[in-house]
């Protein structure tokens, strides 16, 4: 089969096909190499691969073949050079910042990113000698400012999360080459079927596969793409010796989520465009934010940005923790659990769950009340979800 890449096929072609290379039992799906480690014909051959004379499989440590369709089909749909599959998302991020930097460099990101990414970046990062500084996600002032001579990275989600802010990311492109400085988005949100971030001039994109890209919440994994030239030598030296790999497994149930995504994300973006509306009417509720809604600071910016408003939709309500609790508490559809991205809808108190571990302080600083309520918009009817919320409205 010919290489289905991005040059020549659209998106949602590569989704389908890109990376598959069929074994001689010309399978229509892509096998699971469930194999640890991978044979020789003979010694001399074994020493060209170890001594990388030669390409080829070794160890699934380093390189794994259902690993390398998912990671293929991924850097054909973000339009990068090279993907680099991860055990996590956590650990894509932990492998791009512990490849990339050396001690006493400096990370610029923003404060409204995934509550474990503040952990790493705050208490283990900086056991290293790295140091981050965390500035407002629109305040671009506040980026350019926080920039020193070490300075490498600078690193954000857009949307972010839990509030759907929105960056603009070729602004902070710009301003992160003006400076030497790479460009990382966390592109988790919004996926490839949303949002390009590398024709927007980010430098690396990473993933959590945990969520959209898996789609219906079995496995944990994570992805890094970005330039050959840092992706071959540096990523990809750092994973074959630390060992945060994919697992072939996880890779074969993301590859299969990947060939439904497009579909998926729209689903996921109509649902919760129905759901923000909605919740926008009622009176318990003081705030929706959602980018899809002409309320949200960045409505503009995400229509230029974004092909959709994405399955997110964050709510407060005016009456605080007991209120939000209550809320939860009484609605039966959703699943109560932190996870997002799900073709389930879940709902969760990002100030006693997600956010817990940021001190009272960091929370206020980024806006996460305690009456706020976030909502993983999925593919149950919309009736039945705002019958659901209504319900658990009424009983608070
Ligand atoms: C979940 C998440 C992560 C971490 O991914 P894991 O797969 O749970 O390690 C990173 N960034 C964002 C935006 C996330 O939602």
């Not at 996926?191 to 898996?214: E, W």
């Not at 799900?342 to 001190?359: C, E, F, W």
């Not at 909502?375 to 919320?389: F, Q, R, Y």
Request: with cysteine.
């Amino acid at each position: 089969m010919g290489k289905i890449n991005p040059d020549k096929y659209d998106i949602q072609t590569c989704s389908v096909r890109s990376g598959q290379v069929r074994t001689p039992e010309n399978e229509n799906s892509e096998p699971i190499f469930l194999s640890s480690s991978f044979v020789f014909n003979d010694a001399a051959e074994a020493a060209a691969r170890f001594a990388g004379d030669e390409p080829g499989n070794i160890y699934s440590r380093f390189t794994n073949p259902t690993v390398r369709t998912f990671e293929e089909r991924l850097a054909a749909m973000e339009g990068g050079e090279r993907c680099i599959g991860t055990s996590s998302g956590m650990s894509a991020i932990m492998t791009t910042c512990m490849s990339l930097l050396k001690a006493g460099d400096h990370i610029v990101s923003s404060k409204s990113i995934f509550g474990t990414t503040v952990s790493l970046f705050d208490n283990i990062l900086s056991k290293f000698g790295l140091s981050t500084t965390f500035v407002a996600l629109t305040d671009y002032e506040a980026w350019a400012n926080a920039i020193t001579p070490e300075t490498r990275l600078l690193f954000l989600e857009t949307p972010s999360n839990p509030l759907a802010e929105i960056a603009d990311i070729k602004r902070l492109a710009d301003l992160a080459h003006d400076n030497d400085c790479l460009l990382v988005v966390d592109n988790c949100f919004c996926t490839p079927a949303l949002q390009l971030p590398f024709k927007l001039g980010a430098d690396i994109v990473i993933h959590s596969a945990t969520k959209y890209l898996d789609g219906q919440g079995r496995c944990i994994g994570g992805a890094i793409i970005g330039p050959e030239a840092i992706m071959n030598e540096e990523v990809f030296g750092f994973l074959r010796t630390a060992g945060p790999s994919m697992s072939p497994f996880n890779a074969w149930v993301f590859l299969k989520g990947l060939e439904t995504l497009g579909i998926r994300m729209q689903a996921h973006c109509q649902n919760a465009q129905i759901v923000a509306e909605w919740l926008e009417g009622q009176k318990a509720v003081s705030k929706v934010h959602f980018p899809g809604l002409t309320s949200h600071p960045q409505h503009e910016l995400s229509k230029t940005q974004q092909s959709g408003s994405g399955g997110i939709v964050s709510f407060e309500l005016k009456g605080g923790r007991d209120a939000a609790w209550k809320l939860i508490d009484g609605t039966n559809v959703f699943s109560i659990t932190a996870n997002l991205g799900d073709v389930k809808s879940t709902i969760t108190h990002p100030a006693t769950t997600t956010h817990h571990r940021l001190s009272d302080e960091q929370r206020s600083e980024v806006g996460i009340s305690e009456g706020l309520i976030r909502l993983s918009v999925g593919h149950e009817s919309t009736d039945d979800l705002i019958n659901d919320l209504e319900t658990a409205i009424a009983g608070i």
